[in-house]
C-alpha cells in the first residue's frame, strides 16, 4: 500500500520533478567548473536523491490524507492506538508515518553531522509539525500522533547513519574510497532511471 501511494506520487508530480532536476543539475554543474570544485559523483548523486525524496514526501504529506480522521487531535496516542496491529489502516497510518521519515532522519543526520539525537530531534519536530499545520489549513487533520511518529522515523534515520558511518570506519580502504561508492551509485541511478522511465511510461523504455 506504501509503495503504491509513493508511485502514485511520482506519476503525480514527475513533470516538475524532471524539470527541477535537470534545472538544478545544470546549476550545480556550472557551479562547480565556475569554481573549480572537485567532482565527486556519488555526493552529488544523494543530494538529488535527497531532494527528489523531499518533493515526493510533502507532495505526498500534502496530497494524501495518513488517517482517517479529520480536524483536530492534541491528545497523544488516541490515533496510534485506535488501530489493529498488524490491520492494514495500521500498516498505513502508523509503520507508514514512522517509515516515510526514516529516509528524512538519516538525510540530515549525514547533511548537519549530527552526533546526538537532539540534532535531528529539534528539525524532525520543527518539520512534522510544519506539515500538520499546513494540512490542518487545507482541509485536512493535525495529528500530534503524526508528529510523534515522524520524530520516531527520523529518530531511527539518525540511528542508521550512526550505525552505517561506524561501520564504514572500520571498512577495507577500498571500500571507503570514492571510486568504490561512485560505481554503486552509476549502478543505482541506472536503476532509478528504468524504474522511473517504466512508472511514468516513457516510450523510449518500451522495449525493456
Not at 557551479?31 to 559523483?41: A, G, S
Not at 521519515?101 to 529539534?122: C, D, E, M, N, R
Amino acid at each position: 500500500m506504501i509503495v503504491d501511494t509513493l508511485s502514485d506520487a511520482i506519476k503525480n508530480v514527475w513533470p516538475m520533478l524532471v524539470i527541477f532536476l535537470v534545472v538544478l543539475i545544470a546549476i550545480r554543474v556550472s557551479y562547480i567548473r565556475i569554481n573549480h570544485e572537485r567532482f565527486v559523483f556519488y555526493k552529488e548523486f544523494w543530494n538529488l536523491i535527497f531532494v527528489v525524496y523531499a518533493l515526493l514526501l510533502f507532495q505526498l504529506l500534502t496530497s494524501t490524507e495518513m488517517n482517517t480522521t479529520s480536524g483536530l487531535n492534541l491528545v497523544p496516542f488516541t490515533e496510534i492506538f485506535r488501530y489493529k496491529i498488524g490491520s492494514k489502516l495500521f500498516m498505513f497510518n502508523v509503520v507508514g508515518n514512522i517509515l516515510i521519515f526514516v529516509p528524512f532522519g538519516y538525510f540530515v543526520s549525514s547533511y548537519v553531522k549530527a552526533t546526538k539525537i537532539s540534532h535531528i530531534l529539534f528539525i524532525s519536530c520543527i518539520t512534522s509539525l510544519t506539515v500538520e499545520l499546513v494540512q490542518l489549513q487545507i482541509g485536512r487533520s493535525l495529528d500530534i500522533d503524526d508528529v510523534l511518529l515522524n520524530v520516531v522515523g527520523s529518530v531511527l534515520g539518525f540511528m542508521l547513519f550512526i550505525g552505517l558511518s561506524a561501520i564504514k570506519k572500520h571498512l577495507p580502504r577500498f571500500l571507503q574510497s570514492d571510486l568504490f561508492y561512485n560505481v554503486i551509485c552509476v549502478v543505482l541511478f541506472l536503476l532509478f532511471a528504468i524504474y522511473f522511465a517504466q512508472l511514468i511510461g516513457l516510450r523510449w523504455f518500451n522495449w525493456l
